[in-house]
């Protein structure tokens, strides 16, 4: 079976490599690697093809970018992962026995891990343990490992302004059902850093909790976004 690892993009020259590093030392269990950017101007694109990934131009938006790398890829199992994730072996051993089971999964994430401070790490990945455990939503950051014909049958990820990756989730939760790694992808904490931590972790529980509740992802978004009071 081949893999194809699909890594949406703009503007991460800074984060990106190391994540390219982590894939390289692990190649024998990637096909490839697909890079959809959306119009960087860092030196993203050509960091990631002297590392040997394939690179395809995509509307800015992350379902958009995350469909056209999908689109563009040409294995029978697609790994999503965001560019400022880490990868380490014992993620590689979780997504080898998850395709060598017969049958195979359909579709899988990994446990949530940020790298924060141990206090915030710990609070933060336990808020969303809890939540994934009550609501069975999982986020982008844990990387969703899933079959191409699972893929395509639920219709790509939802073109949605944000929770494209929850909702995607959800779709395949009632179709397939996901299952869950026993390992971690590690995913950056430098949002949290920048627009401080206790302000964006309210701001990310506040979100996932209003979409679990039905608001639609347009009004979140100009919320987030400042654009309009979350009332209206």
Known sequence: MRLSVVIPTID?????????DD?????????????AD???SDGTVDLARAAGARIVPAPRGRAHQLNAGAQYSRGDWLLFLHADSRID???CAAIRDALAVVPPVDAAVFRFAIDLPPV???MIEAGQAIRESLFGLAYGDQGLL??????????????????EDVEMIRRLRRRYGVARLP???????????QRGIVRTWISHT??????AAGVSPARLARWRDGTTALAR
């Open 23 to 35: 894939l390289r030392e692990l190649k024998p269990l990637f096909g490839e690697i697909v890079i």
């Open 89 to 91: 072996t014992n993620a």
């Open 38 to 40: 959306a119009g960087s």
């Open 206 to 211: 506040l979100l996932i909790t209003l979409f």
């Open 146 to 163: 899933i079959r191409r014909e699972c893929f395509d049958a639920v219709g790509g990820y939802p073109e949605l302004p944000l929770m």
């Open 183 to 193: 390992a971690v992808v590690l995913t950056s904490g430098r949002r949290y850093r």
């Open 12 to 20: 991460e020259a800074a984060a990106l490599p190391a994540l390219l």
């Open 120 to 122: 915030w790490k710990r």
